[in-house]
Nanobody
Framework: VQLQASGGGLVQAGDSLRLSCAAS????????MGWFRQAPGKEREFVAT????????HYVDSVKDRFIIFRDNAKNTVNLQMNSLKPEDTANYYC????????????????????WGQGTQVTVSS
């Protein structure tokens, strides 16, 4: 199983970034997917999740209306479009896969996730 996150970088406040996560080694379309982030000295926190069929999404309040999660089951990828970035978005971003029962189900807690990627760093300067 491999989850390869990419797309991080150093940007200015107000800029946009798109993170991508390429999955392999498991049946991608059978898993809900999520993005989490961890800033230095802080616990890893939930950012966004999408159901395995792509019909349902859920976001942490701090990124609603700025971030969009979407997936392509044909390409085994999940993406996080991040707009209007703020310095407080600075963190290492991780993608993760959750083996959920229902096609429309989403998960926002770390414990629900079975597989994790290695993370990609996002730094937003003010």
């Amino acid at each position: 199983v491999q989850l390869q996150a990419s797309g991080g970088g150093l940007v200015q406040a107000g800029d946009s970034l798109r993170l991508s996560c390429a999955a392999s080694g498991f049946t991608f379309s059978s898993y809900g997917m999520g993005w989490f982030r961890q800033a230095p000295g802080k616990e890893r926190e939930f950012v966004a999740t999408i159901s395995r069929d792509g019909t349902a999404t859920h976001y942490v309040d701090s990124v609603k209306d700025r971030f969009i999660i979407f997936r392509d089951n044909a390409k085994n990828t999940v993406n996080l479009q991040m707009n209007s970035l703020k310095p407080e978005d600075t963190a290492n971003y991780y993608c993760a896969a959750a083996n959920l029962l229902a096609a429309w189900e989403v998960a926002s807690t770390r414990q629900r996730y079975n597989y994790w990627g290695q993370g990609t760093q996002v730094t937003v300067s003010s």
